[in-house]
């Protein structure tokens, strides 16, 4: 079993070093938008950089807003899905992003893959399928007496809200290889 592991752990980081030696002059070429045109990805509000940990990437879209589930196809169709932060580090990296890149400048609000939708008494990483550990909540945040805010948001200044999921919001999608992940996947786990 650790063999096939180990193999698909090498097959994985060599992909990721040969798409990276190969690229071409259209770095978006293998993106797919469902009715949205290619060229918006050269706008300065899209935006992708490397996590801190470990081949996580966060991907920044901030040219169109989408209620959380269409955030989640949005990310979808590029081959990501929908951002999770797991620790302050990371947290830190979006909201200093943020600032830095002058999205911050009029109180946007990002979508991530925090919700309640499966289980309304705990918060869970859509994309992962596990409970929240960390959490950065705003002051008052969540509103659990307000019963349809099952959607977690970035805020513009690095705190989370829960919000309906129906508003319209940017979108924060994440890449990262499954078995570099700091993450451990739970078959491995003892």
Same mark, same amino acid.
């Given at each position: 079993?650790?063999?096939? #592991?180990?193999?698909?752990?090498? !097959?994985?980081?060599?992909?990721? *070093?040969?798409?990276? &030696? =190969?690229?071409?002059?259209?770095? +978006?070429?293998?993106?797919?938008?469902?009715?949205?045109?290619?060229?918006?990805?050269?706008?300065?509000?899209?935006?992708?950089?490397?996590?801190?940990?470990?081949?996580?990437?966060?991907?920044?879209?901030?040219?169109?807003?989408?209620?959380?589930?269409?955030?989640?196809? #949005?990310?979808?169709?590029?081959? !990501?899905?929908?951002?999770?932060? *797991?620790?302050?580090? &990371? =947290?830190?990296?979006?909201?200093? +992003?943020?600032?830095?890149?002058?999205?911050?400048?009029?109180?946007?609000?990002?979508?991530?893959?925090?919700?309640?939708?499966?289980?309304?008494?705990?918060?869970?990483?859509?994309?992962?399928?596990?409970?929240?550990?960390?959490?950065?909540?705003?002051?008052?945040?969540? #509103?659990?007496?307000?019963?349809?805010?099952?959607?977690?948001?970035?805020?513009?200044?690095?705190?989370?809200?829960?919000?309906?999921?129906?508003?319209?919001?940017?979108?924060?999608?994440?890449?990262?290889?499954?078995?570099?992940?700091?993450?451990?996947?739970?078959?491995?786990?003892?």
């Amino acid at each position: 079993m650790f063999k096939y #592991i180990l193999a698909l752990f090498f !097959l994985c980081f060599v992909a990721q *070093n040969l798409v990276a &030696e =190969n690229s071409t002059a259209d770095p +978006y070429s293998g993106f797919v938008f469902p009715n949205l045109s290619t060229e918006a990805l050269d706008k300065s509000n899209y935006r992708a950089f490397p996590g801190l940990l470990r081949d996580k990437t966060f991907v920044v879209v901030a040219y169109i807003k989408a209620n959380w589930f269409k955030a989640q196809e #949005i990310c979808g169709y590029q081959g !990501l899905s929908l951002g999770s932060i *797991n620790s302050k580090s &990371e =947290n830190d990296l979006l909201e200093k +992003y943020l600032l830095n890149s002058g999205l911050a400048s009029n109180n946007e609000e990002f979508w991530l893959s925090g919700s309640k939708l499966a289980d309304n008494s705990r918060w869970v990483w859509f994309n992962l399928g596990r409970p929240i550990s960390y959490n950065r909540w705003a002051a008052g945040k969540p #509103i659990e007496v307000l019963r349809n805010r099952n959607c977690l948001a970035l805020l513009a200044n690095g705190q989370w809200s829960n919000d309906r999921c129906e508003a319209e919001k940017y979108v924060i999608c994440e890449t990262r290889c499954p078995l570099t992940s700091y993450d451990t996947p739970i078959f491995l786990q003892k």
